[in-house]
Each structure stands twice: as C-alpha cells, then as structure tokens.
C-alpha cells in the first residue's frame, strides 16, 4: 500500500542498504513484548503504545483514543497482519531506520525507539471494504467536476488553500484547489489532471507533482518526518523558479 497516510523515489539499492541495518539488541525486548501482545491479542498493551489521534488511510476516520483502538483492534490486526508480526524475528526482520524508528520488513509496522507504535502501512479487508463505502458516501458531496475519481488520496489545507488529490487511475493524479472559504461541494478554483506520484522510502513520505502550462505544483507529505518539520507543504514554480511555499496539515 502506498501510504499513501506514504520525493524522489530511493533507489534499491538505497533501500536495500536502510532496511538491512541489523536492530541495537538494546530494542529487541520491546519488539519481542509487542510480538506476544499480538500473538495473544492483549489489545489494551498495545492501545497504550500509541499518541492519539492514530491515522488511518484516507478517507478510513483516524483512531481516536485507547477506547476506540480497542474497538477496532480486529479490524486492523487480522489473521495475516498477525502473521506477519507473530513469525518476525526481532534479529532478521525489524530494522532501524535512522530518526524514522524500527521497521518491520519494508515498513508493515513501524515502531519508534521508544517503543512507540507510530505506524501500520496495512489494510485489512474489513478497512478496503470500509474505504469504499466511504468513498461512494463522499462522492455526491462533491463538485460535480471533480466526482469521478478512482481513489481519494489527501486533502491538505495551507494558510491560503485547500487542495484535494485524487487518483484517477492509470499513474494519473489530480489536482483541485480552492480558497479556504470554499467548501469541495463549490466548483474549484483550479483543476490540473496527469499528475505524477513519487515516493520516497518505506516510511510513506511522498511528493505529488502537477503540471500547467509554466506551472509546477508540488504537494510534499511527510508522515516519517523529522521532529519540528511540517507534516505537508504546497510549492508552486513558474518556469523553474519557485513563486510560494506554504507549509500545509493534511485534514483528511
């Protein structure tokens, strides 16, 4: 899943390097705890692991507190989610990443030094089923220009603008903005299709680039991000030189 809730794309060689880092034997007795929490679904032990909110993928609602991850601990952790965690060996398979935490295989879990459950890049069937009921609810509220669309990638909201991106299919992505005023049900102010997704590492920080005439408008979203660094940012360029930057809070 490209997380997607995940610029330039790393090499494999890169990523090869980053992901065999042997884990610090220092972090092996956290990530042992979180496999037998898993293996025998002490869902409270690993509810108090997390930061509320914790964030789903886009349009699933974020987990909102220990009482609700409670409640949907099943729909996120099945039986091959579980697998995969409960088969790990914290030596092999958990790596750490640099300031990005531990990872389990190519990013699955995420974890941060401090034992911190800060992602899950994984959707059970229950979450693709609930996605989809979502999107077909959402589409009707929506500008009737811009309520075709595959899947619903972000909304992110800047100082000035609110930006919808949205896959089309096909490594096609568009791009539909509007002032903070307006709401997505009001025809958009600009709408740019053909866009480019690129992504970098496993951690789910990603770049949107669309193309207009001598326009480049780029969205840069960083969920794996350093402590201080804005979550998202919106960066326009007229032939090559870059006219605004906004820091930007991804809201869906």
């Not at 007229?238 to 906004?246: A, D, G, P, R, V």
């Amino acid at each position: 899943m490209k997380f997607k809730i995940i610029t330039l794309f790393l090499s494999v060689a890169l990523s090869n390097f980053v992901s065999s880092q042997e884990l610090k034997p220092e972090y092996h007795k956290f990530i042992k705890t979180f496999i037998s929490d898993i293996k025998n679904d002490k869902k409270e032990a690993v509810a108090n692991m997390i930061s509320y909110p914790f964030k789903r993928e886009y349009p699933i609602p974020a987990i909102k507190n220990k009482a609700d991850f409670v409640k949907r601990y099943f729909e996120i952790f099945d039986s091959n989610l579980k697998s995969e965690i409960i088969k790990s060996n914290p030596a092999k398979d958990w790596s750490e990443v640099g300031w990005r935490g531990i990872m389990l295989n190519q990013g699955t879990i995420w974890i941060d030094t401090d034992g911190r459950l800060i992602a899950i890049n994984y959707q059970s069937k229950f979450e693709k089923d609930l996605k989809n009921k979502i999107i077909a609810k959402e589409k009707p509220k929506l500008h009737p220009s811009i309520a075709k669309f595959k899947t619903p990638e972000c909304v992110l909201e800047t100082s000035k603008f609110r930006v919808r991106i949205d896959d089309l299919g096909n490594d096609n992505y568009r791009y539909a903005s509007w002032p903070l005023k307006k709401k997505m049900s009001e025809e958009p102010d600009l709408v740019i299709s053909n866009g480019k997704w690129f992504r970098e590492g496993t951690g789910g920080n990603q770049r949107f680039e669309f193309k207009k005439g001598q326009y480049i408008y780029e969205c840069h979203i960083a969920p794996m991000r350093e402590k201080g660094s804005t979550p998202a940012s919106l960066t326009i360029y007229q032939n090559k030189k870059e006219i605004l930057s906004q820091d930007a809070k991804v809201v869906k």
